[in-house]
């Protein structure tokens, strides 16, 4: 075959070009927002107003982005940030804003957000529901990676845009006992046999202590087994291993549990490792306490509570007297839920397994109710609202924690003939742009 000469571009047209821009605003994910060439530049870590040098890393047709190199003129709302994992960890995204300019953002991107998807032309005014900007998380999965040929191993979080984990020997937004736990614990698994069979880690504080749970891609030996165990009565934590059945195996402890304070009576919840729990115990308990204040439960009406977990928000609605009804997809959270209420001594509240996305025809709980309360994942709810005509509540919250589709929700309730009344932004993630919020709707 003939070969050809073809000449190689010049290097400099090979390197990304360094420019100077200005950001107008942030998008929805926290990143900076400029012009590039009468495109829209996005620019991570830059603020609205800021001046910098970037590297443009990326040139599409519609849009580019950049790395920013160095603020030049910066926002009276830029903030040194607090952990100096800060731009390595992909963990937070915002801590070079301040926590006030962090919520009025995520006020606006809320705003945003029913703007474009609800198709409501007069929003309430969005109320916040935050609380400590660190040092909030009760739950926290940090993975773990051995090296090989340095006979290293490294535990901590996904580098920013990568695989590659971060090693970390302490974390400002974990509970400062979750926080404390991560040096140590992290020296004690490098000395284990099995160390190639780990995978991630999960920290969990909960009422009843500290929980670590070990992800083991093959059993340990007994040696290592031994030396957990005496790790664990060593930090005074529970220890469980999750093998690759998903099964849990309790090392040392027994079931965790948290607690409500807020309602007429004192709740436990039991849960489970995998089960889901809210990280943000603070926010996660304000949020209960506005539900019931919108839900304004009275003793003998019925209040449905789909997709209810393992009763976050059922066990204190059944707790003012209200008769709930709760329906979950996963079978072992039902049957957790229904646990949490025996043990409550809740006898007013009753669960159902059931495919909230699914066909519900002939579902025994799907009949008129007072009130409603729904929880789903980040798919939202638009299948289920179809089953709405069936219900006929008065009211219903809907939490989200995806903003995007309970604004798109909507437009299915203001057709049945619902207005929104309260809107709520949740800031369950501070430091992050990460952004939840809960709606009052009530039939016209």
Request: charged share 20%; glycine share 6%.
């Given at each position: ?5 073809k ?9 990304p ?40 890393t ?18 009276e709302?830029?903030c ?5 994992y ?20 995520k ?23 935050s ?14 990676w ?20 971060v ?33 991630h880690v999960?920290?969990i ?12 891609t ?17 930090l ?11 099964a849990y ?8 549990f948290?607690?409500f304070?807020?309602?007429s009576?004192?709740?436990?919840l ?19 306490a506005?539900?019931l ?20 928000f ?30 409550a ?12 996305n699914?066909d ?42 995806n ?16 207005q ?25």
């Amino acid at each position: 075959m003939a070969q050809f000469f073809k000449a190689k571009p010049k290097t400099s047209a090979l390197m990304p070009k360094k420019i100077q821009v200005t950001a107008s605003t942030l998008d929805h994910l926290g990143a900076g927002v400029a012009q590039l060439d009468g495109k829209v530049l996005f620019v991570p870590g830059l603020l609205a107003g800021e001046v910098a040098e970037v590297k443009v890393t990326e040139d599409k047709k519609q849009y580019a982005r950049a790395q920013l190199i160095k603020v030049q003129q910066a926002s009276e709302q830029r903030c040194q940030p607090l952990c100096h994992y800060y731009g390595s960890c992909g963990g937070c995204d915002l801590q070079h804003l301040q926590i006030e300019a962090q919520r009025r953002y995520k006020q606006q991107v809320l705003t945003e957000l029913f703007e474009k998807f609800s198709g409501i032309d007069v929003l309430p005014e969005i109320e916040v529901l935050s609380g400590e900007p660190v040092a909030y998380r009760r739950k926290a999965r940090l993975a773990t990676w051995f090296d090989k040929t340095s006979k290293r191993f490294f535990m901590g979080f996904r580098a920013r845009e990568s695989s590659k984990v971060v090693a970390v020997n302490e974390c400002p937004v974990l509970a400062p006992a979750l926080s404390a736990l991560i040096k140590p614990l992290a020296s004690s698994l490098a000395q284990l046999q099995g160390i190639t069979s780990l995978g991630h880690v999960e920290l969990i504080a909960a009422d009843s202590g500290i929980l670590v749970v070990l992800r083991v891609t093959k059993p340990l030996s007994d040696k290592d087994r031994q030396r957990l165990l005496a790790l664990a009565q060593k930090l005074d934590c529970q220890l469980v291993l999750q093998g690759e059945d998903g099964a849990y195996d309790y090392l040392h402890g027994a079931q965790p549990f948290y607690r409500f304070t807020l309602a007429s009576q004192p709740l436990t919840l039991h849960f489970n490792p995998g089960n889901f729990i809210q990280v943000n115990g603070g926010v996660n308990q304000l949020m209960i306490a506005k539900a019931l204040e919108w839900l304004a439960p009275k003793t003998g009406e019925h209040i449905l509570d789909l997709f209810c977990g393992m009763g976050n928000f059922s066990l204190p609605i059944a707790a003012t007297g209200a008769k709930v009804t709760g329906v979950e997809g996963v079978s072992s959270l039902v049957e957790q839920a229904q646990t949490n209420a025996i043990a409550a001594g809740l006898s007013n509240a009753e669960f159902y397994c059931a495919d909230l996305n699914g066909d519900l025809r002939g579902q025994p709980w799907l009949t008129q109710v007072d009130k409603l309360l729904l929880d789903p994942s980040r798919a939202g709810a638009w299948e289920l609202l179809a089953c709405l005509p069936k219900l006929q509540p008065a009211s219903l919250v809907y939490v989200s924690c995806n903003p995007a589709n309970l604004a798109r929700d909507s437009v299915r309730l203001v057709e049945q003939g619902y207005q929104l009344d309260k809107l709520v932004l949740l800031d369950m993630f501070p430091q992050t742009h990460h952004i939840e919020a809960m709606a009052l709707f009530s039939h016209k």
